[in-house]
């Protein structure tokens, strides 16, 4: 079985650009979550989705921070424009309505803005 | 207001010998709890969880936990640590249902040789 997706594994970018990141779960996990991980933190949920729809996106500075979920399968995070206190890593994960609670991380997208 | 405190920041074994980590958590019910480990370059991977029942839970590559209310501690061991668990790892608590997890700031785990 594959894992869950996520491009690009690194991204440098000066503050004040864009940036977008791309996450492809396991198939067939209905939800899916966007992950903000400072270094010396633990990650902190941004977003939670449900097929298509937003469950949770109280933790999400969405002056800046926008995602989407098109069709309930690939999802994409975005940022704009980046600060320097967005440098961080970016985790996806994704969890099946059978297995009670247990989320499934992709490797993360690591962030510098300089 | 819930919080997860991992009171140790770097942890250095040798190899073979045994290993615990803590974990402390501030919740008003009884919790759902986690550890999961990091290891460089990869995502979080699930050790082990604690709903409910036996206080004592297996995970995955050894490790185990054990849950203490009177505590408000999940403390992570393993009898005897491999080169291959240098990791980072992550306790995490939160509600049935919501997937609203906390984690702690994780313990860095480094092994000797």
């Known amino acids: 079985e594959a894992g869950v997706a996520q491009s690009p594994r690194y991204k440098i970018i000066e503050k004040r650009q864009s940036v977008a990141f791309w996450c492809n779960p396991i198939s067939g996990h209905a939800t899916l979550y966007w992950y903000q991980q400072i270094l010396g933190q633990g990650p902190k949920l941004l977003i939670q989705f449900q097929n298509n729809g937003v469950v949770d996106d109280s933790q999400l500075p969405k002056d800046r921070f926008s995602a989407e979920r098109l069709k309930g399968v690939d999802s994409t995070l975005k940022i704009q424009p980046a600060k320097l206190e967005d440098s961080a890593v970016y985790l996806c994960?994704?969890?099946?309505?059978?297995?009670?609670?247990?989320?499934?991380f992709g490797p993360g997208t690591r962030l510098t803005v300089l | 207001a819930q919080s997860v405190t991992q009171p140790d920041i770097h942890i250095t074994v040798s190899e073979g010998a045994s290993l615990e980590l803590r974990c402390n958590y501030s919740?008003?019910?009884?919790?759902?709890l986690f550890w999961y480990v990091q290891s460089p370059g990869q995502g979080l991977q699930l050790l082990l969880k604690?709903?409910?029942?036996?206080?004592l839970v297996q995970g995955i590559k050894g490790f185990e936990a054990e849950f203490k209310r009177s505590q408000s501690s999940f403390n992570l061991r393993k009898p005897s640590v491999h080169w291959s668990d240098a990791a980072e790892y992550f306790c995490a608590v939160g509600p049935s249902g919501t997937y609203k997890y906390i984690f702690g700031t994780g313990t860095r785990l480094k092994v000797l040789a």
């Open positions: 919740y008003g019910a009884t919790p759902y």
């Open positions: 994960a994704s969890s099946s309505p059978f297995v009670e609670d247990e989320q499934f």
């Open positions: 604690y709903f409910s029942g036996d206080t």
